[in-house]
């Protein structure tokens, strides 16, 4: 990884806020229903299967937190989690949101393209892309929402337990370089493993870093 920019400190703060309690909020399915923008956010978003829910379980070290926003209904909507009373995970549908809308599905990605756009609170959004397949045309889309959106993201691999070490090195250069020239994208990537941890430590500290610093 490309990273030893957080400190133990800061490691340990992360840590900390996310053992402290993590409750489901809710899921609003109109731009009208969203919770105050009252405290920080930061939202996850990617395609269905990419590992969304097991990186919110690992990164709030909960087995099933999740599973609210992966029941049927549930993944059409915007789901709210708070941690520690102090931030809140977003979890966001899968990429509906970037596409034109011509699906049935339509109410709900412009609801997810709404939250995008008007949301003061919303400090980054996670960009999840599989690990073993790197940045595709197909996340063009949701990459172009985002920088039109102009709200800073972050793109964070997942399941690199899947790959070699030295493989997911070279995603992880890959992706950079591909993100490099986009106006809203964060410049650093993570690669993450929800089975293994691997990380996660420094997912909650991004988390912290975009919600506080
Ligand atoms: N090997 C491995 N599998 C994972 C990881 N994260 C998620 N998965 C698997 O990928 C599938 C989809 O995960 P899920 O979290 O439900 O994805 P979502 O649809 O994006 O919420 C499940 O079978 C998970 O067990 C990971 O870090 N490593
Ligand atoms: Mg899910």
Redesign the pocket.
């Known amino acids: 990884m490309t990273d030893a920019v957080f400190d133990a400190e800061e490691l340990e703060a992360a840590r900390v806020l996310f053992a402290h309690p993590v409750r489901f909020l809710m899921g609003a399915v109109a731009i009208s229903g969203l919770p105050d923008p009252d405290l920080p956010e930061v939202a996850f978003a ?1 395609r ?7 990186l919110i379980n690992a990164v709030t070290g909960r087995k099933d937190l999740a599973r609210a926003s ?1 029941e049927p209904g549930r993944t059409r909507e915007v789901n709210f989690f708070v941690a520690d009373e102090k931030l809140r995970l977003v979890d966001l549908p899968g990429y509906g949101w970037a596409r034109a809308s011509k699906s049935v599905a339509r109410k709900f990605q412009n609801l997810g393209r709404d939250y995008l756009r008007g949301r003061p609170n919303l400090k980054r959004v996670y960009l999840l892309i599989d690990a073993r397949h790197g940045l595709k045309d197909v996340d063009k889309e949701a990459l172009d929402a985002l920088d039109v959106a102009a709200v800073s993201y972050q793109i964070v691999l ?2 690199a ?2 790959l070699r070490a030295a493989e997911v090195e070279k995603v992880v250069a890959e992706t950079l370089q591909k993100v490099s020239k986009r106006p809203a994208a964060f410049p650093r990537v993570l690669a993450t ?3 293994k941890g691997t990380g996660i430590p420094e997912l909650r500290a991004e988390i912290l870093a975009a919600c506080f610093a």
Do not use: L, P
């Open positions: 990617g269905s299967n990419v590992g969304k829910s097991s992966n997942t399941k337990d899947k493993s929800s089975e």
